[in-house]
């Protein structure tokens, strides 16, 4: 039990253009779910955090209008990033949990690279 | 904020080995946990520990929530045990702060 995916694994995009990254709990309902952001060999940054059906809590330093979080169902949460650029390029992570305080249960994340 | 340190930030064994991993603390804690990171990226978790002690075949883990620290023992250590682990604590805000992590390199 307790899995999360994530879709797609992998992308390549132009800068400029916006891609969207899709998180999902299989097996349980989500009232949270996390955003995180790794650079090659550092640790995990928070990003922001979205509850179903509400506006997502943005870490300081984290543009919202860059990366814009939904979190439509109990199921599933969206990040996208907006006019990507070649710095925008890491590894992102999403992580659930039933509820806030609860344990994370984590995607197997998302790497971008933006030329 | 909190401040997470783990230690050693590099660890190379033989296979066999044991090992202990040190997660320290600045604050108090409601949650902390450990995690495996394997060479895809993928985290994996593997102890829900705020306090107490747990095991899970060969990891077990310690948290000393009064002298801040926990502790993640690797016993009898497999190729397959290297990649990355890190320790993540909330501190009241429901948000995870990531410690610096251990990179461990098991030699067949």
């Known amino acids: 039990g307790a899995v999360v995916s994530q879709h797609p694994s992998r992308v390549i995009c132009k800068s400029g253009t916006s891609v969207k990254i899709e998180c999902r709990s299989l097996?349980?309902?989500?009232?949270?779910m996390f955003w995180y952001r790794q650079f090659p060999k550092q640790s995990l940054m928070l990003m922001a955090t979205?509850?179903?059906?509400?506006?997502?809590?943005?870490e300081q330093g984290v543009e919202k209008d860059k990366f814009l979080i939904n979190h439509a169902s109990l199921t599933l949460s969206t990040l996208t990033v907006t006019s990507a650029h070649p710095e925008d390029s890491s590894f992102y992570i999403c992580?659930?949990?039933?509820?806030?305080?609860?344990?994370?249960?984590f995607g197997p994340g998302t790497r971008l690279t933006v030329l | 904020g909190i401040q997470v340190e783990q230690s050693p930030p590099d660890l190379i064994l033989q296979e066999g080995a044991n090992s202990t991993l040190r997660c320290n603390f600045s604050?108090?804690?409601?949650?902390l946990q450990w995690f495996h990171q394997n060479p895809w990226g993928q985290l994996i978790n593997l102890f829900y520990?705020?306090?107490g002690t747990k095991q899970n075949g060969r990891l077990s883990a310690t948290t000393v929530a009064t002298e801040r620290y926990s502790l993640l023992y690797i016993s009898s250590s497999q190729t397959t045990d290297s990649g990355v682990y890190f320790c993540?604590?909330?501190?009241?805000?429901?948000?995870?702060?990531f410690g610096t992590g251990t990179r461990l390199k098991v030699l067949a």
């Open positions: 992580s659930a949990s039933v509820r806030a305080y609860n344990e994370q249960f």
């Open positions: 097996d349980f309902q989500a009232t949270t």
């Open positions: 979205s509850n179903e059906g509400s506006k997502a809590t943005y």
């Open positions: 604050d108090s804690v409601n949650n």
């Open positions: 520990i705020p306090s």
């Open positions: 993540a604590v909330d501190s009241g805000t429901y948000k995870y702060i």
